[in-house]
């Protein structure tokens, strides 16, 4: 018994520096992935994200989810199309996008935090025109209300971050025009982190990190420069969704961030282990060395 006491006494020991050095700031997390499906991984993330605001981080959440839309289009008898990986949405197909993401996914997460002792504050994009979008276009190919962010406007979020409330933010924009748009939730973390000049992003997946070889995880890659993760996009060595998640971390680097990570979600309490251990977890991406 006193071992393990001990033991715990050594890991707050070696928490405090890391406590200390990231009290005060900005850390945005994508939440996704193994994370969002897997009830006991959902308790999980929310524990994180309490624990991370009671030592003075400022905790940003940004969600999609597109398996869950992709399901209750099916229930309801809509089948789903996709062009270039990007869902086309109608105006009935939006509507199930707002109901997924904003009535269901962020609900749940803010339960969840609530839960763990937190408090949490459901937003979508359009909420206080957080999300300004613009219609994104496939080639010649209309997509419908599929959106890119054109600005973020920080100015709630703030709000409930000196709140003392975790914003948790559903990739719902509005456009120009007052239609809502679908935005890649990926994108749109990393534009929020930029926007929010935050620490870190860190990126919720389904996978290890960023993988030399996609098809062993065990060639995981713990840490990379913005500059290498450019080229091994431009050779086409990235596929699927991971390159959505490295454009992410793209901008928010090039926007002020300091450094991303690329986080197994299937991982318990991943984002403690690399936040407040002197090993770390994931990839890290940095602006420069």
Same mark, same amino acid.
């Given at each position: ?45 929310? $524990? #994180? *994200? !309490? ?9 940003? =959440?940004?969600?999609? @989810?597109?398996?869950?839309? &992709? ?35 962020? $609900? #749940? *997460? !803010? ?9 949490? =504050?459901?937003?979508? @994009?359009?909420?206080?025109? &957080? ?159």
């Amino acid at each position: 018994m006193r071992e393990d006491l001990i033991l715990r006494a050594a890991t707050l020991v070696e928490a405090l520096p890391y406590i200390q050095r990231w009290a005060g700031t900005t850390i945005v997390v994508k939440y996704g992935g193994a994370a969002m499906v897997n009830e006991e991984h959902k308790r999980y993330v929310a $524990q #994180d *994200l !309490v624990l991370m605001q009671h030592v003075g981080i400022r905790p940003v =959440v940004v969600h999609g @989810g597109g398996p869950r839309i &992709t399901e209750l289009m099916q229930q309801l008898g809509k089948e789903p199309v996709f062009v270039e990986g990007h869902r086309v949405t109608d105006a009935e197909t939006m509507e199930i996008a707002q109901m997924v993401l904003v009535g269901l996914i962020s $609900q #749940d *997460l !803010v339960s969840q935090i609530y839960g763990a002792g937190g408090q949490a =504050v459901s937003v979508s @994009g359009k909420d206080g025109r &957080t999300l300004v979008a613009r219609k994104k276009m496939a080639g010649d190919v209309d997509l419908g209300q599929v959106g890119e962010i054109a600005c973020v406007n920080p100015d709630l979020i703030h709000s409930l971050s000196e709140s003392g409330y975790i914003p948790v933010i559903s990739s719902i924009g509005i456009g120009e025009d007052g239609l809502s748009y679908n935005i890649n939730a990926d994108l749109a973390a990393g534009a929020v982190a930029a926007a929010l000049k935050a620490e870190k992003l860190i990126m919720l997946t389904d996978v290890p990190g960023l993988l030399a070889d996609p098809n062993d995880e065990t060639s995981l890659i713990s840490y990379i420069t913005l500059d290498q993760v450019k080229t091994m996009l431009a050779s086409g060595e990235i596929e699927g969704g991971m390159i959505p998640k490295l454009q992410a971390c793209i901008e928010a680097l090039e926007g002020g961030v300091r450094r991303a990570h690329l986080l197994d979600g299937r991982l318990a309490h991943a984002m403690l282990m690399e936040l407040f251990t002197d090993a770390g977890v994931g990839t890290m991406i940095e602006a420069a060395p």
